[in-house]
């Protein structure tokens, strides 16, 4: 699986979003993805990177694109 | 207005009074000025006590400090809507914690303010638990975060706090029985590493110390000396149970080796601003926020020492005029800048409720509740 996929299925499992909604899609958003939806998105994301974000990192983590953005450059995932 | 993200690049006890009272009095003369221009409520309660754009100005000079801003009693938050941004902006809406039949504060918050409120509680704790994450145990049951349409002060303080959860664990069942398997699990899954606890003090007490006594007995013991636990929410019951801060304290290193152990004090109407407690069991002011200690008799300052009503001021709230309050908490500065444990600011002890207050704070309401329920 590529790490956009990964990185897909994170918020498609947690949030229950399909895949054409993803774009463009951000924090409180939608209801799914309101504080809860976050911390469980967070855990998703840290899984299937096998990584453990900084806490300034999940506070600024505040959309699909943002997401991607922190992932790449701070912990070298790449899309 | 001066950014909050430069406010929240200075370190949180690292300023003295004197340099404190400089940067506490610009924020929030900026934080008023931009509630009198966004809040109809506000400024018409801030000009009926002769407080407007012309007044404000007095504030440039040396004379005046934050300690002559006006207050507002926080029980003004159940009564009014106080927003200051369009209704569109407004996309998380706080409540405080209240028993069964109270009625609770609306808190409205911004982007803005919602994302300063928790990086400025990131600042705060990390002093005190260090910079990385941890694996947590939540003292508390996994129904409190799930009702995600009535949003407690008890979901948000837990959802809050994990933030500095890597993998986390519920020790209640939703019955607030302890789940001795999945805590034994969890603690398996992370021998030899630091663990944060965190939950309220009467359910801590009640049913976590209590039932870690109780299973002692039976030869079941957990081990939790890596642990750094973070409790707040209230003392009033256990001041009932006749349970003093430090008999909490020793029990729980007494059942499971738990010795580094921090009450906190902070209200939803300042999220973000909390009080930690240090290793000298005194309460710290950051340099984000302050308590000033009023005299119950005509408000005026009471001098370090002396009891009296909470005032807290709070750097972040820009969505809703929630800057400068009047709690209905009972408190002493027990002094400032001089804390044995190097913190710069004033450190403080409360005392509890004023008589004839609404009992409040998220381990008090439960526990009231919970008397209800027998």
Known sequence: MSNKEKYNQAFMET????????????????????????????????????????????????????????????????? | MKSYDELLAMEPYSLNKKEKT??????????????????????????SVGLDEKALAEFDGEEKTYYDLPFLPVRLFKELKLCSVPDDEVFKTMTSSGTTG??????????????NQQKTMVKIVSEFTGSGRMPMLIIDCPSVVKNRAMFSARGAGILGFSMFGSKKCYALTDDMELDVESVREFLDAHKGEKILLFGFTFMIWQHFYKELVRLKKEGIT????????????????????????????????????????????????????????????HLHASVFSDVIIRDPKDFSVAPHGQAGIIQVVSMIPESY??????????????????????????????????????????????????????
């Open chain 1, 15 to 79: 949030l229950e979003v399909s895949e054409n909604e993803l774009a463009g899609l951000t924090y409180t958003g939608i209801p799914a993805w309101d504080s809860v939806g976050h911390m469980a998105l967070m855990a998703a994301v840290e899984d299937a990177f096998d990584i453990m974000m900084e806490t300034d990192d999940i506070i600024d983590f505040s959309s699909y694109e943002k997401g991607m953005e922190i992932l790449s450059k701070k912990y070298d995932v790449e899309f």
């Open chain 2, 22 to 47: 400089k940067v506490m009095t610009d924020r929030l003369v900026e934080l008023t000025r931009h509630h009198l221009g966004n809040c109809e409520q506000y400024k018409r309660m801030m000009n």
């Open chain 2, 102 to 115: 109270q009625s609770v504060s609306r808190i409205f918050l911004d982007r803005a303010t919602a994302t």
């Open chain 2, 222 to 281: 957990f081990d939790l000396s890596n642990g750094v636990l973070i409790h707040g929410g209230g003392w009033k019951k256990l001041v009932n149970e006749a349970v003093s801060q430090e008999e909490f304290k020793q029990r729980l290193t007494d059942v499971c080796g738990l010795s580094d152990v921090h009450d906190y004090y902070g209200m939803v109407e300042q999220t973000g601003c909390i009080y930690m407690q240090c290793e000298h069991g």
């Open chain 2, 321 to 374: 005029p929630g800057h400068s309050l009047l709690t209905e908490d009972e408190g002493v500065i027990l002094g400032e800048d001089d804390c044995p444990c190097g913190r710069m600011g004033k450190y403080f002890k409360i005392n509890g409720r004023l008589k004839n207050a609404e009992i409040r704070g998220c381990s008090d309401t439960y526990a009231a509740d919970f008397k209800q329920r027998g």
